[in-house]
Each structure stands twice: as C-alpha cells, then as structure tokens.
C-alpha cells in the first residue's frame, strides 16, 4: 500500500470528494443509541469532515484526524466547533483511556492488514472501558489492488479489500465485540466481490 500515493490522490481530489460525501455516513446515527451527548469522539481519517461536522453540531465533543492537507482545510472551512488535526492513523499518539468513541470510515481499505491490526491495538487503548469503535470500509477478497481513482481516471488509488471475517477475526483478537453491523453489495466501484461493510463495536 503506497500510503504517500494515496495521500497525493486524497488531496489532489478533496473538493470533489467533499461535494460527493457530503452528507454523514448513513449509518452514524446507529452510533448515537450507544454515546451519551457529552462524549469525546475521534474521527481518524476524517476526509472533508463530513461526519466530524454532523457530530460537532449534535453537541458531541469531536477531532477529526487525516493525513491529506487538503482534506484538513476543507474540513476546518465548515465552521463547526469540531477540531481538525494532521495525522496519521498508524501514528497515533493520543493518551490512553482518553475517548468514548472513535470513527474508522472508509480508511482500513487503504492499510495494509498489519497496519489495521497495529490500529485496532491502539484503538482499543486510547477508547476508554465500554468505548464503541465505528468502522465503515469496502470489504471482500480481492486483497491489495490498484485501481483508476474513480473521481479522477488520470490517476490510481491502492486499496486493500479485507474480507468481513478477517475484519471480524481482528476485532475479536483486539477485545472487540460486534454490536451491530450492515452489509451492502451496491459500491461505488461497479467491480464484482466488492462489499460496503459497516460495524459498530464495544470495547471489552
Ligand atoms: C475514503 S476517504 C474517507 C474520508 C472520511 N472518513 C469519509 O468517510 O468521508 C479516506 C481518507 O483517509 C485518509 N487517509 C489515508 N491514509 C491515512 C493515514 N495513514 N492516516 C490518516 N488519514 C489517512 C485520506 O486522506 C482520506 O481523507
């Protein structure tokens, strides 16, 4: 997974990314039976901020984290009390047993499986006890592939598409139990064995 590359591509498309998405994930409002309205959220690979934002002005205490420029400053422009950070999501050097939730929305397809492993690991440290995880990824068994970046055929983008049962096996190795999850076959990309997966888990 060239993470650089990916970066690149994330920063390069961030305006028309943020106009696509520009509604929070369709799930996120599950996460809200789970988290009371005083709760610390951290949104990792946070994009444009969309989810961030919605949460922010929910009355949920929120940072938003991504790695692309681009993606930071479109977020920030959205005026909500959410902060907005630089980072990389394999780097994480937030305390421990310091948040009661954190978003994983569509950034465990662009890291390699050790890296979502090492981040589970983390996860579960810095999520404080009874914390909920909220993933959201493509899943299915195509492994590490490289495609024409849908938002703009000029360039490529690396994704790794897990299958559901290893995302399942990891949480469970990372003392994660599955509260609720979602499965649909409609993707964005139009390729076959590709799964939009969504999970809500508890730290134990
Ligand atoms: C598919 S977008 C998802 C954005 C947002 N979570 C959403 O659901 O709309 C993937 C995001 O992950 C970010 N990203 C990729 N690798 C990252 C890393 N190692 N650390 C932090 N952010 C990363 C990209 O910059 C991009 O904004």
């Known amino acids: 997974m060239d993470q650089k590359k990916i970066i690149l591509t994330y920063d390069s498309i961030a305006n028309e990314y943020d106009k696509l998405y520009a509604k929070p994930s369709c799930h996120i409002k599950e996460l809200l039976n789970y988290i009371s309205k005083d709760s610390v959220v951290l949104d ?15 009355g949920y205490n929120v940072t938003g984290m991504d790695l692309s420029d681009n993606m930071i400053t479109i ?14 999501v394999r780097k994480l050097n937030f305390k421990n047993d310091s948040c009661d939730s954190i978003i994983s929305s569509y950034i465990f397809c662009h890291l390699s499986k050790t890296d979502v492993e090492k981040c589970l690991a983390r996860f579960h440290d810095i ?21 024409p970046e849908p938002m703009n055929n000029a360039l490529t983008i690396d994704f790794n598409i897990m299958a559901q049962n290893d995302i399942e096996l990891l949480l469970a190795a990372n003392n994660f139990k599955i509260i609720k999850f979602w499965i ?21």
């Open 44 to 58: 990792l690979g946070c994009g444009a901020g969309n989810n961030a934002t919605y949460l922010s002005k929910m």
């Open 75 to 88: 977020a920030k422009n959205k005026k909500s009390d959410a902060k907005f950070i630089k980072g990389d």
């Open 127 to 147: 999520l404080r006890p009874g914390g909920m995880l909220f993933i959201e990824s493509f899943t299915g068994n195509l492994g590490e592939i490289t495609i």
């Open 184 to 204: 649909h076959d409609d993707t964005e990309f139009g390729l076959t064995g590709i799964q939009d997966t969504c999970i809500i888990a508890k730290k134990i």
